[in-house]
């Protein structure tokens, strides 16, 4: 009995952590993306997962009180979103631009000048990270149920939507 209870605490450890992992995935190809970098090296894909970790650890929210419903459970979550997003969307083309001007790419391959425009992104997204501020808090509401899988194991669950409302509710996406 309890090394089942061991073995399946264990599999719930590494689903969380796959879980974490994809998120940290997620993270980092959206700052690729927004920095328009669209084959990077595995350095560089590591560099903004480092970055995407950072921006997590700085995530702040308070549960209220939790209410049973029919299915299972309504957590209403407060979001307080850090202004990462505002300031990625506000100043960094602008800022890469100018940076840009650093490059001397007279005498560099394209791959050079990508890294070197990659390195000048992760350091001012990681400035906006550092010295992030809390919005103003966001209200979201998420359904929480119970579903067990195909061995009879019950886990916590929330639909999709509701997920993504607390993720842009975290980014500082008004709903």
Same mark, same amino acid.
């Given at each position: 009995m309890i090394t089942?209870?061991?073995?399946?605490?264990?599999?719930?450890?590494e689903e969380l952590e796959a879980d974490y992992e994809a998120n940290i995935d997620y993270y980092a190809e959206s700052f690729l993306e927004i920095c328009g =970098?669209?084959?990077p090296t595995d350095n560089e894909f590591e560099?903004?997962?480092?970055? !995407?970790k950072d921006l997590l650890a700085k995530a702040k929210w308070e549960i209220g009180e939790v209410e049973e419903t029919d299915r299972g459970y309504m957590v209403p979550v407060t979001m307080y979103p850090l202004d990462v997003v505002d300031q990625i969307n506000n100043?960094?083309?602008t800022e890469l631009i100018a940076r840009s001007t650093e490059i001397?790419? !007279?005498?560099?391959?394209?791959?050079? =000048?990508? @890294? @070197?425009?990659?390195?000048i992104a992760v350091e001012l997204i990681k400035g906006y990270i550092e010295n992030a501020d809390y919005l103003? @808090?966001?209200?979201v509401e998420v359904e929480v149920y119970t579903q067990e899988?195909?061995?009879g194991e019950t886990y916590f669950m929330m639909d999709s939507d509701d997920y993504i409302a607390l993720n842009d509710a975290f980014m500082g996406f008004e709903q």
């Amino acid at each position: 009995m309890i090394t089942e209870r061991i073995e399946k605490r264990q599999h719930e450890k590494e689903e969380l952590e796959a879980d974490y992992e994809a998120n940290i995935d997620y993270y980092a190809e959206s700052f690729l993306e927004i920095c328009g =970098i669209t084959d990077p090296t595995d350095n560089e894909f590591e560099e903004f997962r480092t970055l !995407s970790k950072d921006l997590l650890a700085k995530a702040k929210w308070e549960i209220g009180e939790v209410e049973e419903t029919d299915r299972g459970y309504m957590v209403p979550v407060t979001m307080y979103p850090l202004d990462v997003v505002d300031q990625i969307n506000n100043n960094l083309q602008t800022e890469l631009i100018a940076r840009s001007t650093e490059i001397d790419a !007279s005498n560099m391959t394209e791959d050079e =000048i990508t @890294a @070197a425009v990659t390195d000048i992104a992760v350091e001012l997204i990681k400035g906006y990270i550092e010295n992030a501020d809390y919005l103003d @808090a966001i209200e979201v509401e998420v359904e929480v149920y119970t579903q067990e899988d195909e061995n009879g194991e019950t886990y916590f669950m929330m639909d999709s939507d509701d997920y993504i409302a607390l993720n842009d509710a975290f980014m500082g996406f008004e709903q």
